[in-house]
């Protein structure tokens, strides 16, 4: 990588914060409320950045990322809890051999669709169904094998270290389950109009909530206890953990949109039509888009699950998926420095300071508040409050202009040149 | 290549066998389940679709908003669902507060009692529908309207802050409150039940087991919601308005070159699609007695999959899809568990999306540019 000074510049700022506030935490001078909301702001940034890549870079309307979000939070929970309240690596040997397993059979069925050229869409869903299905009961049956020694290597390591392991793989795994489930999903509805895409995925949430409203009976997690909601997590996610993922998430984005694939996702939200008449795969941009974002939120979700110990069905509501929808559209569209300083701006400010500082009744008011502001948003400035700002180290480096160098070349941009004034 | 020499994997790959396969074994689970609980129990499983039925017709009540405005801006209209509160709050607060249902009766004393009910729970009904118009057309003109050339989504997402809105002004303590209120009918429910023949239940009594029950609810909703679907009908099919809103709904520049006020038009379609949705609000809040600020949300997205599983723009389309979507809520609920019936709802709109995305009426759309 190239050290410039933007880079140099912000990689200093950056860290530095992060610094200080740890500093800050360990001496006590920052109180555990305002650690938890920025803790809170940095998952919020990583699942809006999540869905900024959905929705602000490639322009799909999604609201399933709560659902994601709810997906990563309990499959983490539910390692972690195994680990701590059972004193088995039960889930997390089952939850990684199936989340294994279902990547390999996808990659397979997507070879196999490939080569079975001109088979409609229903048939490639019916088989990746039927892939998934006997992927995760071999991942499953595999998976009781493995407790055993899984469980004895674990013991054998300090307690300490051993639950941060467990801890990490946990929220990777989850992140890993958010963006298979999607991918699963996305099959077919990625393909329908915009608005359309937009309820479905709305459907996905209201469906993923009321799942773990039962998730004790119907689902058969006992643990997750259903609509009483998940108490005895373990609370291991630090300032140092979320900082950690949010700096790995930024570098991650950053150089995704820099690279052609980023392109390509961005040509698809200019304009579709176009796109693929430059030879941009556009199903795939979108689905890469569509997971990559899910992975996000469900990574958000296991960072989530470790704040407060405790998991609820209403907190993954539907009217909650607003939230990260509020900040990717106050933040700009397609900006990641204005996603992130909106995050933590919704977490410091209207969670905190809001909260602190206003009476008891403002709380029925919040809601009046918000669509009036996103309303004017939209009728105002649809650009976003930072108005598109980006840092200069996340500014995309766009490709030089051409510049023709001998007369031939000359001569061919002219009339190129004259071709597109005739229009 | 030849007809003849297609193998055997090529065959299955041009007739969509291993879809057709999928859908049919989807089927018939579906069919095994709900006919094994049918034939435990008949009477329970009728009863379910009388439920179904009752629930349907007001789902399609909402459902025609959805797929008129659709049909013309292209806008899912979130807010619906809440006009649809507003509608059934109006009726709570004239039956409850000022007894509009009475008026007939006091005014009019010498008027045979039954008839002055029947006009009054009539007259609630119609406040409930002109206050719904009014609001549909104040949120069309401060909301939609600047947006109107914006990007579809920018419209989506004013269609949710004002349904948020709604909800949440709603909630104020000093408008609607936070809390679940007990609803008060504007008449006097009577109950029938089925047991080879239709008797009259005695009020406190018990249906002896067996039976299927209804009630004067289901042919108030009934008679209603067919009495407006005629209506409607007539006025998109026969008068000078519904030829304008057809018009508008194929090609707006043109009709606009015809002479039509389409803006007009359009507040005209938030009118008619709210009074609809205003008279459903009374008619659910009749059935199921209660009203609560957030009462429109669930209705309001099942009727928008019901629009969509019919197929968005039909009206024919969203009627039939409202029943469909009425007994698969009421029979999930039923067998499967009552929270269940909403990620039923949901499974359906990803089913018909990914089957027959232009839903069962509509027609495959027309490439814009």
Known sequence: MKLDRHTLGFWIVLIGLIVLIQILVSLGILSPFWETLLKIGAVMSIVSLGLNLIYGFNGQFSLGQWGFYAIGAYAAADVTYRWTQMNNASGLMVLLLVVALVGIAFFLTAKLVARLRGLDPLSAFALYIVAVLIAAVIGVQLGRVLIAPATQILSSLPPNLSLQIVYLIAVLLGGCLAAEVSYLFGLPVLTLGSDYFGIATLGFTIIVKVLLDNSDTLLGFEEMKGARGMVGIPKTTSWLWVALFLIIVIILLRNLLHSSHGRAIISVREDEIAAKAMGIDVAQQKTIAFVLGSFLAGLAGGLYAHINGFLHPNTFNFIKSFDPMIIVVFGGLGSVSGTIMAAFTWALVLEGFLRILLPAGFETWRFVVYPLFLLVMMLLRPQGLFGGFEFPYLRQVLPKPYTPKTEEQLSLVHAIEEASEGD | ?369
Not at chain 2, 219 to 227: D, E, F, P, R, W
Not at chain 2, 237 to 266: H, W
Not at chain 2, 277 to 298: D, E, K
Not at chain 2, 317 to 340: D, H, K, N, R, W
């Open chain 2, 1 to 369: 290549m030849n007809n003849e020499q297609l193998t055997l994997l090529q065959r299955i790959i041009k007739g969509k066998w291993i879809g057709k396969g999928f859908l049919a074994l989807l089927a018939l689970a579906v069919i095994w389940w709900v006919g094994g609980k049918a034939l435990q129990s008949p009477p329970l499983f009728f009863q379910q679709i009388i439920n179904g039925i009752q629930l349907g017709f007001v789902y399609a009540l909402i459902a025609l908003g959805y797929t008129m405005v659709y049909g013309i801006v292209r806008l899912i209209n979130f807010a619906h669902g809440d006009v649809f509160m507003f509608g059934a709050f109006v009726s709570f607060f004239s039956v409850s507060q000022f007894q509009l249902h009475l008026w007939p009766i006091k005014a009019l004393p010498s008027l045979p009692p039954a008839l002055g009910i029947v006009i009054g729970t009539l007259s609630v009904i119609l406040l409930s529908m002109v206050s719904c118009a009014i609001l549909a057309m104040t949120i069309e003109r401060i909301a939609y309207k600047p947006l109107r050339d914006a990007p579809r989504i920018s419209a989506l997402i004013t269609a949710i802050g004002v349904s948020f809105f709604l909800e949440y002004f709603g909630a104020l303590p000093f408008v609607f409150t936070p809390n679940f209120i007990t609803y008060k009918r504007p008449f006097d429910i009577v109950t029938w039940y089925i047991q080879g023949g239709i008797h009259r239940l005695e009020a406190g009594a018990e249906a002896p087991p067996g039976s299927v029950i209804f009630s004067n609810v289901l042919i108030i909703i009934i008679v209603v919601s067919i009495l407006l679907l005629v209506g409607l009908n007539y006025i998109v099919r026969q008068t000078k308005i519904g030829k304008a809103m057809r018009a508008t709904a194929y090609d707006k520049p043109t009709s606009r070159l015809m002479g039509i006020n389409v803006d007009g038009v359009i507040s005209t379609t938030f009118a008619i699609g709210a009074s609809l949705a205003g008279a459903a609000g009374v008619l659910y809040a009749t059935a199921y007695p209660q009203v609560v600020f957030w009462m429109g949300i669930i209705p309001g997205l099942k009727a928008f999959v019901a629009a969509v599983l019919g197929g968005i723009g039909s009206i024919p389309g969203a009627f039939v899809g409202a029943l469909i979507m009425g007994q698969a809520e009421v029979l999930s609920a039923g067998y499967i568990s009552t929270p269940m019936r909403d990620a039923v709802a949901f499974t359906i709109l990803i089913l018909v999306l990914l089957i027959r995305p232009t839903g069962i009426f509509g027609e495959p759309e027309r490439e814009k540019a």
